[in-house]
């Protein structure tokens, strides 16, 4: 079973910066389209970001430009660099797996919470 960590969420003040990592067990990275998703209270969960098997990204214009998405195959990690963090960045973020093949199950971790300081 595969299985998704997130660490690096907390505490940020408006402008800051907060790098989100996500660890998966077994070798799978190499196999699967990586991304980071976000839900806000009371709002549905929204694409962050993706990176393909061939290091493609796709953002969500929110947070084009800010936002980095990058995976590391021979650590089985993938990480989200977030820069100049907004308000409306409050959520709780999680790293998601997307199967190579039609059928196959998609991964959540459970998720790592991002908020701001008074």
């Known amino acids: 079973q595969v299985q998704l960590v997130e660490s690096g969420g907390g505490l940020v003040q408006p402008g800051g910066s907060l790098r989100l990592s996500c660890a998966a067990s077994?070798?799978?990275?190499?196999?699967?389209?990586m991304g980071w998703y976000r839900q806000a209270p009371g709002k549905q969960r929204e694409l962050v970001a993706t990176?393909?098997?061939?290091?493609?990204?796709n953002y969500a214009d929110s947070v084009k430009g800010r936002f980095t998405i990058s995976r590391d195959n021979a650590k089985n990690t993938v990480d989200l660099q977030m820069n100049s963090l907004k308000p409306e960045d409050t959520a709780v973020y999680y790293c998601?797996?997307?199967?190579?093949?039609?059928?196959?199950?998609?991964?959540w971790g459970q998720g790592t919470q991002v908020t701001f300081s008074s």
């Open positions: 990176i393909s098997t061939g290091d493609s990204t």
């Open positions: 077994g070798s799978i990275l190499p196999l699967y389209v």
């Open positions: 998601n797996a997307k199967p190579p093949l039609f059928g196959m199950n998609t991964y």
